[in-house]
């Protein structure tokens, strides 16, 4: 008995964005799950059979790969006293998320100890590990975009090590980060940035926060030793692992005795130029990017992709950030579109240890292709998706007519 070929979808006619450069008017090739070539369009042999997709006026590019994104704890506790079944919430959000172009999310569960700012109780043990666990479990059914599990693991948890070395194992982890975020260091360096912060998502007093400050600075945390341990068990199972706003050189030394191969939200422009230098991948927010500057008062992501100090930005909490960015990136940096693409896809797969199989549009790789176009305002929308060569999403703009009813 032969196997019938698996059939060809040839998205024509748009502007190709690859690792290397732009292509005008070529066409990507997919056959079954993976990508066959990239041609000019007029070159093209259409088969019987083939299905054509008109991708003219358009851009067509690498679906998106998200690092680092709370986006589904949102989803999973839209409320303080609202959690809702974690199963909708994983289906629902992917529903979002291949409209935004992500194809590939690193959902990032928090393993605190102690939640500074009780900002959402899916951070609560019993509710992290019930979402881990569906986190998992999606895959043995249908679903739309390929889910990862990034445990973002604060370092004064002592009781969870056994719990995560578990999942490591298991083979649920697929990115480990290291986080610190004691106030007076990191991200909180500024304690009034961190008062505010924490005044922002409760209703303690300063006696109240001067209190919490303090329980948090006292706390005992994972030894060095333990961290080495923890950072080479993961590495042994293939996970990457990340440091957590690096803030100084002397924090770099550290990520380099973990082994880290990716410095998340570094906090100053110095040391996220440092941290390139050391080989490193750095990471920002694609929020950062639109704001026009972090949060935190910390690095202006902007700049630093500027300069080539951040190779990678991720959504961090809001998913339609990130395609937005890349055009934005790409129209006022000015960075060629090939460049700005790369920070949402193959410079995040080579970080997260899967550009063999993401990131790029190249023969073999897998087929996360988006067909982007951009509206008369100058907005970018994706107008279909594609994961692992299936059309998982397919958006259509309308026209409003004088006098008509759109």
Known sequence: MTTA????TLIAGGTVVTRDGTYQDHALVIAGDRIVAVERA????????DVLVDARGAVVMPGMI????????????????????FRLALREAER???????????????????DAFASNPVRSVEHSRRLIEAIAS????????????????????VERVDELKGYLERGMVHLLSFMDHTPGQGQYRDLEVFRETVKGYSNLDDTQVDALIEKSQTRAKL??????ALSAFARHHGVPVASHDDDSSEKLDVAARFGTQISEFPVSLAVAHEARQRGLHTLAGAPNVLLGGSHSNNLSALEAVREGAIDILCSDYYPAALLHAVFQLHREAPLALHDAVALVTCNAADAA????????????????????DELADGMPVVRTAFASGVRAFEGRYRHSHHGAVA
């Open 353 to 372: 240890g899967i550009g063999h199989e993401v990131g790029d549009l190249a023969a073999g790789k897998r087929a996360d292709v988006l067909i982007v």
């Open 42 to 49: 007029d070159s093209l042999d259409v088969q019987a059979g």
């Open 138 to 157: 999606i895959h043995e059914a249908s679903h739309l975009i390929h889910h990862r599990f990034h445990a973002r693991y604060e370092i004064d948890n």
């Open 66 to 85: 998200d690092l680092h994104s709370d986006y589904v704890e949102r989803m999973a506790a839209p409320r303080p006293t609202a959690v809702m079944d």
């Open 223 to 228: 030894t060095m030793e333990a961290l080495e």
């Open 5 to 8: 070929p698996a059939h060809r």
């Open 96 to 114: 979002e998320l291949i409209g935004h172009g992500v194809t590939t999310m690193y959902h990032s569960l928090s393993m605190y100890a102690l």
